[in-house]
């Protein structure tokens, strides 16, 4: 259980680091005994005046001193005696002897290292009888190096650990640590909350602090850091400095969002002009192109992703970056570009690729896609400068008709290519409704929907339930029912092109 007393033991003192790279020369079992007060001794005179609660420096070099030093502390219930090792005098060690002896009598006997004894001793005393001024003393320390730095997750982990002398990292909410190493045996429902808090782990304690929460209070970001010691008062200490880090944890990570967002813009509203300017490219927004790192010499072959249905959110960095990292993952490298519906994606060759690039393309695209809701359609090969326009325009229609397909290239499109351009023709738009009119409004449009969607998916009835999520029965029934109220039979292939033909129709006069 985490430690309710004020009081820090000689363990505390260790974990915390406020004795630097002391190490238990022996007494291992008195190092859990509570510490009251901090005393230096250099002769034998000082070390029989120490009292019960105390821990005791020695500052004397004599053999002999130790070991009357271990006696008194066995005697007067002193809690541990400290050798301080000077960085640049000599220094003789205690015996193999002082050692058994300081082990028989449950003394803890420590070894530190420092140039001045009296600092050692300052830092004890303040840590044991002025914790809050201890805790101040780091506070402005942390403080002071963050302030000096570029509060990014590496920098802020690094002052953490040299001042507290935790083990800290920077961890998403899924568990990812993206720096530093998430403590061993870190409960998975400490990252579901929104608060800051403190844990009981098998070694020490873990304190997490939120950096970054969204508007709906999920925290996305978290900092974590894992102290050694147990001691209550220690642990409310690295929460409290924890928060401040937080805090330029949470300043850094919002300029980030704001540099990503404008390179997004940036590189939007590039590529918006560069498409614009259709066959005639003007030299300066060529070399815009290549400056943000574009070729524009080769063949290029384009690809658009978007999300279906629409869904708020596209510009999320997070999902941006995702589809890097999958089409990355499936060797597609090219140029990923946000829009305002979907993402603009290029891949450019020296040469004009064989036909047969588009299946592999098209293969590798769905294993990106993987189950996510978004779909793609992919251009043909286009060579230039405006060849990139050529090509996402292309992809675009594409995407707009991938129907039950994750991903479509404008050459599968076929009939429905066709289909779609007939469809925005004005005499077809209202030919249309007076065909449908007897389907309007009947079982809250789902009657003329079912028509529609069957008639996409070829008149397939289990793939059109599939797409509706509903029983192949009810689709059925549904086609029943509108082929009576339109009075047509969709096995006659002239009338069901015409009634294909006009739920495009609709469709493309309701989306425009």
């Not at 004599?62 to 008194?72: D, K, S, T």
């Not at 944890?249 to 509203?269: D, I, K, M």
């Not at 060797?331 to 036909?355: I, K, M, R, Y």
Request: aromatic share 4%.
């Amino acid at each position: 259980m985490i430690d309710d007393a004020d009081a820090l033991t000689v363990r505390d003192l260790l974990e915390i680091g406020v004795l630097g790279d002391a190490g238990v020369l022996a007494g291992h079992r008195g190092l859990d005994v509570e510490v009251a007060d901090v005393r230096l001794a250099a002769d034998l005179t000082a070390v029989e005046a120490c009292s019960a609660g105390d821990l005791v420096i020695l500052t004397g070099q004599q053999p002999y001193l130790v070991e009357v030093a271990l006696r008194r502390a066995y005697s007067a219930d002193v809690r541990a005696v400290v050798l301080v090792r000077p960085v640049s005098a000599t220094y003789h060690p205690p015996s193999a002897a002082t050692l058994s002896f300081a082990n028989r009598l449950g003394v803890p006997l420590l070894q530190t290292s420092a140039e001045d004894p009296l600092l050692v001793a300052d830092a004890l005393r303040t840590a044991v009888r002025r914790p809050e001024v201890a805790a101040a003393r780091l506070l402005n320390a942390v403080t002071a190096r963050l302030g000096r730095s570029r509060p990014d997750p590496r920098s802020v982990i690094t002052i953490l650990s040299g001042e507290l002398h935790v083990t800290c990292a920077v961890i998403s909410a899924d568990g990812t640590a993206i720096e530093g190493v998430a403590p061993p045996g870190l409960p998975a429902e400490l990252l579901m909350g929104s608060v800051a808090t403190t844990v009981e782990l098998a070694e020490g304690v873990a304190v997490a602090v939120p950096v970054e929460t969204d508007r709906t209070g999920h925290v996305h970001l978290w900092l974590v850091a894992h102290a050694r010691g147990r001691n209550k008062r220690w642990a409310e200490t690295v929460l409290q400095i924890s928060q401040v880090a937080s805090w330029a944890l949470g300043n850094w990570v919002a300029a980030e969002r704001l540099e990503t967002e404008r390179r997004a813009r940036s590189r939007g509203s590039l590529l918006t002009e560069l498409l614009a300017s259709g066959d005639d490219v003007p030299p300066l927004l060529v070399q815009q192109a290549v400056l943000a790192g574009w070729r524009l010499d080769g063949w290029h072959t384009g690809v658009y992703v978007v999300p279906t249905p629409p869904v708020p959110g596209v510009h999320d960095p997070g999902h941006t970056e995702r589809l890097r990292v999958e089409l990355s993952r499936r060797g597609l490298h090219g140029q990923l570009v946000e829009g305002a519906e979907g993402w603009s994606f290029w891949l450019t060759n020296d040469s004009e690729p064989p036909q047969s690039q588009h299946r592999e393309l098209t293969a590798k695209l769905a294993a990106a896609l993987g189950s996510s809701r978004w779909v793609a359609g992919i251009g043909r090969p286009h060579p230039g400068a405006a060849g990139v326009g050529r090509t996402l325009a292309e992809a675009r229609e594409a995407a707009a008709m991938t129907g039950s397909a994750k991903v479509v290239h404008i050459d599968e499109l076929g009939v429905r290519r066709l289909l779609s351009m007939a469809a925005e023709t004005p005499a077809l738009v209202e030919q249309a409704t007076r065909l449908l009119e007897p389907l309007v409004g009947v079982e809250d449009g789902q009657l003329l929907r079912t028509l529609a969607v069957y008639l996409d998916e070829e008149s397939v009835t289990s793939s059109a339930a599939v797409r509706l999520k509903v029983h192949r029965n009810t689709v059925s029934q549904r086609i029943s029912r509108a082929e009576q109220l339109l009075g047509v039979s969709l096995l006659n292939p002239d009338e069901r092109l015409a009634v294909h033909l006009a739920c495009r129709a609709a469709r493309a006069s309701d989306e425009g």
